[in-house]
């Protein structure tokens, strides 16, 4: 079915079941670009997931196993929502993949750590293709797993947090979101992760959460549930989504959710 504008110009009108199939084809294209299965290392355990709060989602995260100790992990929120927004984290997405490879093959610790390399050049794409003032806020880290260090940049996301030790910390290290500013500087830090720490990164979509009565699930509410169950590695991804819907109540998921949890054993 078509409908023709004043100006002459032919749109297509897509039937509900051609709607239908094609938002289908768009959730399992977007899908297919988070990881099958999570990487290997020793003494490490990973977890993740991803919860749209639309058919498609504007949060992104990959881990990407760089030799037999490394891992490179990407945690990313695209501003917006919807297929906007699933579109621009798919760029976000493969941009990363070919920046880390080429990071990778022609490495130049002139040019600071790995993680610096990589948000940095992707944030001179970013700014130089971005017309519409779009960015992303993200985590990209690089893990190690013979030494437990974990170097990382907070480009503008909420700040990963490491429980060790009976306590908890929050890694702010970084810089702006990503495409904003063409001249962004970004600096990285590197934390240990002790013997039985849990590092836990995830989007606003956890912390933003309304309940009935319009109140924020909080940072608060989020170290309280992971203090209670962060060396529950494969599980807490899943225990703090319940602990979100349970806030939430009939309240409907307003934004993306995205958590990715690394356990040192």
């Known amino acids: 079915m078509t409908a023709q504008s004043s100006h002459g110009t032919v749109h297509r009108t897509l039937r509900p079941e051609q709607l239908e199939?094609?938002?289908?084809?768009?959730?399992?294209?977007?899908?297919?670009?988070?990881?099958?299965?999570?990487?290997?290392?020793?003494?490490?355990?990973?977890?993740?997931?991803?919860?749209?709060?639309?058919?498609v989602s504007g949060d992104l995260y990959d881990v990407i196993k760089i030799d037999p100790e490394r891992i490179a992990i990407l945690c990313a929120d695209v501003s917006g929502k919807g297929?906007?927004?699933?579109?621009?984290?798919?760029?976000?997405?493969?941009?990363?993949?070919s920046t880390l490879r080429a990071a990778c093959v022609f490495a130049d610790p002139t040019l600071g750590p790995l993680p610096v390399q990589v948000v940095t050049l992707l944030n001179t794409e970013a700014v130089r293709r971005n017309a519409?003032?779009?960015?992303?806020?993200?985590?990209?880290?690089?893990?190690?797993?013979?030494?437990?260090?974990?170097?990382?940049?907070?480009?503008?996301?909420?700040?990963?947090?490491?429980f060790a030790h009976g306590g908890v910390s929050e890694l702010t290290v970084g810089g702006p979101p990503v495409g904003?500013?063409?001249?962004?500087?970004?600096?990285?830090?590197?934390?240990?992760?002790?013997?039985?720490?849990?590092?836990?990164?995830?989007?606003?979509?956890?912390?933003?959460?309304?309940?009935?009565?319009?109140?924020?699930f909080g940072l608060g509410r989020l170290v309280d549930v992971c203090a209670g169950a962060y060396r529950d590695i494969e599980e807490l991804p899943a225990i703090v989504m319940a602990a979100v819907q349970a806030w939430a109540g009939a309240i409907d998921q307003d934004d993306d959710i995205t958590l990715i949890v690394l356990g040192v054993d």
């Open 83 to 97: 297929f906007a927004a699933a579109l621009l984290a798919s760029e976000v997405y493969a941009y990363v993949r």
């Open 180 to 216: 904003l500013f063409e001249d962004a500087a970004y600096d990285a830090a590197t934390v240990t992760v002790p013997e039985h720490g849990t590092v836990v990164i995830y989007t606003d979509g956890v912390v933003e959460a309304r309940s009935p009565q319009d109140e924020e």
């Open 132 to 162: 519409a003032g779009r960015y992303a806020t993200m985590v990209f880290a690089e893990f190690d797993a013979s030494a437990r260090s974990l170097c990382y940049v907070n480009a503008g996301h909420n700040p990963p947090l490491m």
């Open 21 to 55: 199939h094609e938002l289908a084809l768009a959730r399992a294209v977007q899908q297919s670009l988070f990881p099958e299965s999570l990487p290997t290392l020793p003494d490490v355990r990973l977890a993740a997931v991803n919860h749209p709060a639309r058919i």
